[in-house]
């Protein structure tokens, strides 16, 4: 009998570790790696829709349902309908945890302020919860076969955070597409695997537009030894590992003064979009180019509360923006960044 225990323990801590790390990959697959302030909502979001889930079935099998949230087995003496009502609580609240924190997860900007608007953005917590729960139930069966297929390729992924307005994601792919022409890779743009458009139509139909940072289309730019997925909040890159590491940087390159974001705080954005306007718009003034515009940036981007991955990302884009300018007034003697329309 205590063999029997042991084994049972540690079939309860494997099943946990796996359980957590296919949970983990779903939710990457629907959102992306999202930005840090997102990350706890999200997360909250996604483990709350499964709490209700679980829930629901519990109050039909109250024995499963404990199994399935702790992994352990109700002891004789606890009467059934105790975790019914238990579980019914937690469907009722769950959902407007669900919906509170999708509240919290857009800019303070987006965020509606009068209470009727906010109540009803809590109250879309039931519908934005049967249809998270329902999508990341699916990803957590079509993820891990993902997964396995790019692992028999011997392929790596990385994540690129980034953000992109639902607006600009057209424009966003055409800017990335011309980016791997230019380097040489000739890519088809393509739906996403059909075991992640499944789930986001599920997600779309009962959500909506709740949570923006899922796609609408999700589209993936395919070429013989590389994949490319565009999510509004995560460019993820597949491929052998010197053609990803190769691509990541020659787009960190080309597009950045395209429309994707590259950094994820309002600060940050708003120095990331001066610079772009700088990049579009200089001019020269009697053969010389005016670099009043960049001081004044620089200036700020010395002074700016960033943090230092933030800092990297326009320190890298100011450079580019000196070569561009020192090019003005000699030859240039390789092709500079492409600018976008």
């Known amino acids: 009998m ?3 225990q042991i084994l049972l323990a540690i079939f309860s801590r494997t099943a946990g570790r796996v359980l957590n790390t296919a949970f983990a990959w779903a939710t990457i697959a629907l959102f992306g790696r ?3 302030r997102q990350q706890i909502y999200l997360s909250v979001m996604a483990f709350g829709s499964m709490a209700w889930l679980i829930s629901v079935i519990g109050i039909a099998s109250p024995s499963f349902a404990a199994f399935l949230l702790a992994f352990i ?4 003496w606890v009467r059934p309908g105790w975790i019914r009502l238990a579980m019914l609580a937690v469907a009722l609240v769950s959902p407007l945890l669900v919906g509170g924190m999708s509240l919290l997860a857009l800019d303070p900007a987006e965020r509606p ?3 009727a608007p906010r109540v009803r953005a809590i109250l879309r917590g039931y519908p934005v919860t049967i249809g998270l729960s329902l999508t990341l139930a699916l990803l957590l069966l079509f993820v891990p076969i993902l997964k396995a297929r790019a692992a028999l390729k011997r392929w790596t992924t990385t994540h690129v955070p980034v953000l992109v307005k639902p607006e600009d994601y057209p424009a966003t792919l055409r ?3 011309t980016a791997l022409r230019a380097e040489g890779w000739r890519t088809a743009r393509v739906p996403a695997s059909w075991m992640l458009r499944v789930p986001m139509h599920v997600f779309g139909a009962l959500a909506g537009r709740s949570i923006p940072l899922v796609a609408k289309e999700l589209s993936t ?3 013989a030894q590389l994949e490319i997925t565009l999510h509004p909040s995560d460019l993820i890159l597949s491929g052998p590992n010197g053609d990803v590491m190769r691509a990541r940087a020659r787009m960190a390159e080309r597009l950045a003064f395209s429309k994707l974001y590259m950094t994820w705080t309002a600060d940050a954005q708003r120095l990331e979009e001066n610079l772009r306007k700088v990049w579009l718009g200089i001019e020269t003034v009697n053969g010389h180019p005016r670099t009043g515009d960049l001081q004044t940036l620089d200036r700020e981007l010395k002074t700016a509360e960033l943090p230092y991955e933030e800092w990297e990302v326009l320190f890298r884009k100011e450079l580019l923006l ?3 300018l020192a090019s003005l007034d000699t030859p ?6 492409s600018t976008p329309d």
């Open 175 to 177: 800017d990335l597409e």
């Open 332 to 337: 240039a003697t390789h092709e500079l960044p």
């Open 221 to 223: 730019l395919r070429s």
């Open 34 to 36: 999202v930005p840090p």
């Open 113 to 115: 302020r009068d209470t």
């Open 322 to 324: 000196e070569r561009r």
């Open 2 to 4: 205590a063999i029997v």
């Open 73 to 76: 087995t109700i002891p004789s």
